[in-house]
């Protein structure tokens, strides 16, 4: 079995380089569409879609939620695992496996900082092919697992995604 890390990097780099899918039936709501399946709910707002669900193992899941539209920069990648992973454990995880994606397709170096270590959060900012992206990692420890959270823009972008972060960060809990 693949150490976790890898697993992450190559979840990572399959995403980047594979088409999309959709094979969840979300609930339409008010505020888009709400995910809610696996043990986790959010909701993704509305001009947004989920564009695929994966089972990686027997005990870890993914959803990606992202703005549609041509030269949109929106995306929210949710993971999250049944193991005995802590919420740190998660939050290392992908940001190292993020760094080292990243690297490895554009290379450069991702700058990430913390933001809040109550909440398990972390920033970061990179350049991809002469373009600034930045974003933040979130995890959360719930009882039967942990829930990590990746959110991607542009900064050009930010103001134009602010709203909709903060309702999907907002929204995202166990069931």
């Known amino acids: 079995m693949l150490p976790m890390p890898k697993i992450i990097t190559i979840l990572i780099f399959l995403l ?13 709501s008010f505020k888009g569409t709400t995910f809610s399946e696996q043990g ?12 695929e669900t994966k089972k990686i193992l027997e005990t870890e899941f993914m959803v990606i939620c992202e703005k549609t539209g041509e030269g949109e920069s ?5 993971k999250w695992t049944k193991s005995k992973m802590t919420a740190l454990d ?4 992908l940001k190292d496996s993020y760094a ?6 554009h290379n450069v170096e991702i ?3 913390w933001t809040s270590k109550k909440k ?20 959360k420890q719930c009882p039967e697992h942990v829930i990590g959270i990746i959110l991607q823009e542009t900064k050009t972008d930010n103001d134009k995604y602010e709203k909709a972060f903060n309702n999907i960060e907002n929204s995202f809990a166990c069931k």
């Open 100 to 105: 080292e994606t990243y690297k490895q397709k």
């Open 111 to 113: 700058d990430y900082g």
């Open 74 to 78: 929106g995306l929210a990648i949710f």
């Open 40 to 51: 986790i709910r959010f909701d993704c707002p509305i001009g947004w879609e989920l564009s």
């Open 16 to 28: 980047l380089i594979t088409g999309c899918q959709n094979n969840t039936t979300p609930v339409k």
């Open 90 to 93: 998660l939050l290392n995880s």
């Open 120 to 139: 398990l959060k972390v920033s970061f900012d990179f350049n991809a092919q002469s373009i600034k992206h930045q974003g933040k990692i979130i995890t």
